[in-house]
């Protein structure tokens, strides 16, 4: 038996073919790995080569950043002025001009706990109080009227802090009425349940903007003599009642993923319904589907730019008042894709969120 | 056992209780409605439908005028809506389902584009699309005396997309007719095949002959009529194009922002169903020696359509109800010619009643059909 | 499922804030706010500017009943309303007047249960088309692609006048007058369709006004006008004084500037008008100070008119049917006496 000394540093030492690694072996195997990639992976690079440059040429060579409008008209790029311009409006709508920090430093806080809350190292009884504060201490900020606060009215708030607003304040509201009505759907009583099942179709066969229309034009009929409620606040309720149904739905596939023989310990252990709910089914069921309910959360963000339909001063709303103005008339595609990063970039930080939470929840990692 | 502590009962009374609050409520609300509608002096009950609605569609499927009812005008609305669907929900499938395959290209950059593609598109409201998209058109397109003719018979201008289309010929009834014969055959043969396979094990090519079949039929009709091959080219004459297929750009910019954005959730919906069947499956169909087409049809397919379906069913009634934001842009669609009654005749309770009628009605029966078929599609599994 | 109702039911009495519908003015002074419903987004006639504060005609038409009724302009709540909010708005008691280039009808009177005070601005609707189109004349403009608000006066109108003219025509129909007018310059339309003074300040607006013309034909009349609910005499009153307060300051030659000087004047309108001789404001359940105090804080017709709307503004309009009578124009103020 011959032993054969290797030389594993020596081994170690000799380079794979250029044609496996490196830039060269990465195209071969990501971009030219047949014949119907590589026509693909062309074309697709003349496409770039066409409509990149110019792209970029318009947004960034050409564009202007912080002239006057009269300036924007004759230049050939982007007119990024539209935007430097009527920054402050375009976030803060018709919002007191000289109150602004206000709705700022609410946002501020509302990003501090967003961020803690990103983080479940941070997940706590105190994370918890400390959004309810913190709701409560933007509203007030918002609001004023106390702690020599100058009041302001609801009508007068608008831009981003009236979208967050109305999404935070409309999850928060929609969730608990959505777990009753998941409830209600999976009750034995069936007099409940036909109503819940009535109510959570309903709303999910129409469309939002006909509950904003109701909200903004029957609502008030429903209400006695004299009495209002303001508008802000109808378009709020209309936003929960819509979401509160898809809650319901996604919190019932919790429910339905729930192993029976839960039900039955709880019922050996001696428990009524509600301990039952409250101490066995709701904590393992909403754990389930807090990813999926951060989904209904993204579409609820997305779905506030609806209010610009009954004209409440929304971030949308705000900057379409910006190229309605005769100075700015025309410069809509930059002011479209200033909101639409905006959106973006918040629906898209949510929902990765719910992606790293699945991961993070997935005790279950046989798949 | 006093009545509280007898669970029926006293879930007989939770009902009771429950629907009483309700019922409360209600009354509440309806009286009051009753009362502010006396005291305003508003008219209710539907009668408003058959007076003169004296306004103009700008897109009529059917012969409507300012002279016609105001139920006419909402039958337009209704049909301008179903159009915007239709059309959507079918290229929405397309572009979602090319998108979804995509993702799961091996070449980097398409799998790479179409990651973008979802992302941004799932992440941008819909109703700031819609304007973008409408703006964009009209922006960037020249007037209809200016207007891009890019092929022959096709043009672009501000107005919209003018495309030519065949002539009206007494044939073309008739070729449908073949169309839908070729169908009915195609289905029959399908039937007949698979009773021919599970009898003798033979195969029989069904796919090709039932294109064959499908579209062969028509075109042998078109033959015997003599081929008749006049097109109906749009023209300038006056302010617009004549003649043709005239597509407005409230439609186009409607239809694209529409599909594009729910065609990001439709491709994520597809790529998840097909990652969600295990590659084992495909192992096993190569090992029992099974073509690759008849892998992608007989095992992977199946088993992925039945977790894709649901989402599908949802986002195709998203795309439905989400078409009712057209009023943004001004295509004439439901709510929008009902926006329009509800400021003329003042009957705000009647018009929302019927806004939501209409949705519901398209809902519920896309649920129907999407049951039935996932019933249908669920007898694959033993 | 209950306990939901009731906590709905709760939060929503919280939010409710009652009005007695019986004084207006009253509720206004105990709330300290009056509620004024505009257009918000009409360039010039409510419309919020780049911090976000309301400006326009129709906006100091709300400012002038505030400084009327608390000697203060700026307690007005502005509440941006779309065409179909506007009536139901005022009807509940939501707004407290409405300020949104409304024109004043039969119906809107009587069957809407509305009250339209003095016009803040007459009106008429026109067509504005590009010149390059060649149209001399509305009667040429069969099978034309128009422009149009939906479902306001404009839009009846002009369905009206082409029945009449036995002419084909296509509307598209924009809720938004920003995006209808954007649509209309980019050449979506060949005519857009409008009041004329809405017409002027689009054309005002577009890349090249020189290329956009004004048809000759005026095919209706809008006066527009504050509105208030029906049964409440004494704010219709108030509402509608303010609004020939306006109109009587310029007549008399009092502005916002010269309004102090002019408290010494020896005319005895001027006098009764100002308050110097007392008994006019208290009539109206005001100060006697009303009619000074809209001039000295908001302006005459005239100020606030080339304030928003005149030659010097984006939207250059001529004062046209909007001069005083005595200039030939329809401005008319009852006296005050």
Known sequence: MAIIAIDKEKIARIKPPVIKTGVIGWLKENLFNGVINSLLTIIIFLFMVKFVPPFIKWAFVDSVWFSTSQVCKECEGACWSAITKNFRFMIFGIYPYELHWRPFVSMLSLFTLLYFTYYRKYWSKTLLYAWLAGLVAMAVLMKGGIFGLTPVPTEMWGGLPLTLLLSIFGLTAAYPLGVILALGRDSKLPGIRYMCVTYIELIRGVPLISLLFMASIIFPLFLPEGVTINKILRAQAAIIFFTAAYIAEVVRGGLQGMNKGQYEAADALGLNYYQTMRLIILPQALKIVIPPTVSVLVSAFKDTSLVVIISLYDLLFAAKTVIQKPQWNGFSTEVYIFVAILYFLGCFSMSNFSRKLEEELDTDKRS | MPFWLDSDKRAIFYQIFTFLMVGLLAYYLVNNTLINLEKQNIASGFEFLEKEAAFEIGETPIQYSAADSYGRALIVGALNTLKVSFVGIILCLIIGIIVGVARLSTNWLVSRIALIYIEVMQNIPVLLQLFFWYALFYESFPGPRQALNPIDGLFICNRGVAMGIPASHPAHKFIIIALVLGLVISFIIKKWAKKRQDETGTDFPVFWTSVGITLGLPLVVWLIAGAPSEMDIPALKGFNFKGGLMMSPEFIALLLGLVIYTSAFVAEAVRAGIQAVSRGQTEAAMSIGLKKSHILNLVVLPQALRIIIPPLTSQMLNLTKNSSLAIAIGFPDFVSVANTTINQTGQSIEGVALIMLCYLTFSLSTSVFMNWYNKKSKLVER | ?337
């Open chain 3, 1 to 337: 499922m209950k306990v939901v109702k009731l906590f709905v039911v709760f939060l929503a009495t919280l939010a409710m804030t009652t009005a007695a519908m019986a004084g207006t003015l009253d509720e206004v002074k105990k709330r300290g706010m009056i509620k004024v419903g505009v257009n918000g987004s009409v360039f010039g006639f409510g419309m919020p500017d780049d911090k976000g504060v309301w400006k326009g005609l129709d906006v100091d038409t709300g400012r002038a009943v505030s400084a009327a009724v608390f000697g203060d302009p700026d307690k007005v709540e502005f509440i941006a309303l779309t065409g179909v909010q506007r009536l139901p708005a005022l009807q509940s008691g939501e707004i407290d007047v409405l300020c949104r280039n409304t024109t004043q009808t039969l119906t809107r009177e009587t069957k809407a249960g509305l009250n339209f005070a003095q016009p803040n601005y007459y009106d008429g609707q026109g067509f504005l088309v590009p010149k390059k189109l060649g149209v001399k004349s509305a009667k040429e403009l069969d099978g034309a692609t128009v422009c149009v608000l939906p479902g306001t006066t404009t839009e009846m109108n002009a369905a009206d006048y082409f029945r009449a003219n036995n002419m084909k025509w296509k509307p598209v129909v924009i809720e938004n007058t920003a995006e209808l007018n954007n649509a209309f310059f980019a050449g979506r339309c060949d005519c857009l369709t409008s009041d004329a003074s809405q017409l002027a300040a689009n054309r005002s607006v577009a890349p090249n006004p020189a290329d956009y013309e004004l048809l000759p034909e005026i095919i209706s009349k809008e006066p527009l006008a504050p509105v208030v609910r029906h049964g409440d005499d004494q704010w219709y009153d108030i509402v509608n004084w303010t609004v020939m307060a306006l109109i009587q300051a310029e007549e008399f030659g009092i502005t916002s500037k010269n309004v102090d000087q002019m408290l010494k004047s020896n005319n005895p309108g001027i006098k009764r008008f100002l308050g110097v001789t007392p008994g006019m404001g208290t009539q109206l359940g005001l100060s006697d100070k009303w009619a000074y105090n809209i001039v000295k804080m908001v302006g005459n017709y005239g100020e606030i008119f080339e304030k928003n709307i005149g030659p010097k503004t984006p939207l250059a309009l001529e004062r046209g049917l909007n001069a005083l009578w005595t200039e030939g124009g329809l401005m008319y103020a009852a006296p005050v006496r």
